[in-house]
């Protein structure tokens, strides 16, 4: 039974470029949530996509959008890249609606230089 | 606005220590509260979840309760490992926007044999 999986493990940018990250949500969860966590802090929500739509969103600017596809996976696409957006983002996966316990994946480092 | 504290910071303790970890949350109307445990570079495990209406849980060496009149949750580690050495996380699911994980900052544990 696979977990949750992102790709890329690690991404190295420079500011202003563009990011975009994945995520294949665990086997029959339908919900997709994005953190972003930066060093020796908590994880912080960034969105939620359900049925392929945004339906939570956290305190994040419009450069960060995100995608949900028919087969559950989601992007987080972030613009502009900023050095503050270096962080560990985590995906993570539950089924349906309400308050389901979410499976985490391993999460990507990106860093900005 | 919902905001997640968790005391202390970092704990060393000798191996076979019992120890306790706190977390405190500032508006009780939650749906749940789970710990999880963060290896250093991963994502994240979920050891326990209790629901509002639940005063504790169970698993193996590790008791969660939760009092939620108060705003607390505390996470009761028996018989302590080297293997427990990670970052701890406490997080609640709060009511007014259920879906969205409000986390706590952390607590380092180091396990010394």
């Known amino acids: 039974d696979a977990g949750v999986t992102q790709s890329p493990t690690h991404l190295i940018k420079t500011r202003g470029q563009q990011v975009t990250l994945r995520c294949s949500p665990k086997?029959?969860?339908?919900?997709v949530s994005w953190y972003q966590q930066a060093l020796g802090q908590g994880p912080q929500f960034i969105f939620q996509?359900?049925?392929?739509?945004?339906?939570q969103r956290g305190n994040f600017p419009d450069r960060f959008s995100g995608h949900q596809f028919p087969n559950y996976s989601s992007e987080l696409n972030v613009n502009a890249l900023l050095l503050g957006d270096s962080a560990l983002y985590l995906c993570?996966?539950?089924?349906?609606?309400?308050?389901?316990?979410?499976?985490f994946g391993d999460g990507t480092r990106l860093s900005i230089l | 606005k919902q905001e997640v504290t968790q005391i202390p910071a970092a704990l060393s303790v000798p191996e076979g220590e019992n120890l306790v970890l706190n977390c405190s949350f500032t508006?009780?109307?939650?749906?749940?509260l789970q710990w999880f445990r963060q290896d250093p570079g991963k994502g994240l495990t979920s050891l326990l979840l209790?629901?509002?209406?639940?005063r504790e849980q169970t698993s193996g060496r590790l008791n969660a309760s939760l009092d939620k009149s108060s705003g607390r949750s505390t996470l009761y580690i028996a018989a302590s490992q080297p293997g427990d050495s990670a970052t701890y996380l406490c997080?609640?699911?709060?009511?007014?926007?259920?879906?969205?994980?409000?986390f706590g900052p952390g607590t380092s544990l180091s396990v010394i044999p």
């Open positions: 993570a996966s539950s089924l349906g609606q309400g308050v389901q316990p979410q499976h």
């Open positions: 086997s029959g969860h339908d919900t």
């Open positions: 996509y359900y049925e392929e739509e945004e339906r």
């Open positions: 508006d009780s109307a939650i749906y749940n």
């Open positions: 209790i629901q509002s209406s639940q």
């Open positions: 997080a609640v699911i709060e009511k007014t926007s259920y879906d969205k994980v409000i």
